[in-house]
């Protein structure tokens, strides 16, 4: 008797803001799909953090198709929040990496949270 597992999927959901945005490396030859570079930053909370730990931001790419509308919203400093499918890498420097296909991007400003 065989049992059914469910699928895992790897989700992510990151709010942070641009450092830039670049052409998508992979679909070069394809215009208004972009890479969001942002560097993640990971805080301490209560119960999830040792001091033995070096905690040191995470470079990600978020890969997303934009409109050009879309696009000129998505600025250096723009505050954003992205939900996607991700795989990880080692850099050549021996860092981690996050590479997001995002599903879902919304850019927020200060007006969203008053």
């Given at each position: 008797m065989s049992s059914s597992l469910p699928k895992l999927t790897n989700a992510i959901h990151i709010r942070d803001f641009v450092d830039t945005v670049l052409p998508?490396?992979?679909?070069?030859?394809?215009?208004?799909?972009?890479?969001?570079h942002t560097?993640?930053?990971?805080?301490q909370?209560?119960?999830f953090y040792d001091l033995g730990i070096t905690v040191e931001p995470i470079h990600a790419y978020i890969r997303t198709y934009l409109t050009q509308s879309d696009?000129?919203?998505?600025?250096?400093?723009?505050?954003?929040?992205?939900?996607?499918?991700?795989?990880?890498?080692?850099?050549?420097?021996?860092?981690?990496e996050i590479i997001i296909q995002a599903l879902s991007l919304q850019r927020y400003?200060?007006?969203n949270f008053l």
């Open positions: 998508d490396r992979t679909r070069s030859e394809t215009p208004n799909y972009v890479e969001i560097d993640i930053n990971i805080f909370e209560d119960d696009l000129d919203l998505f600025t250096t400093n723009a505050f954003f929040y992205a939900d996607g499918k991700f795989s990880t890498a080692i850099t050549s420097d021996n860092k981690l400003s200060l007006f």
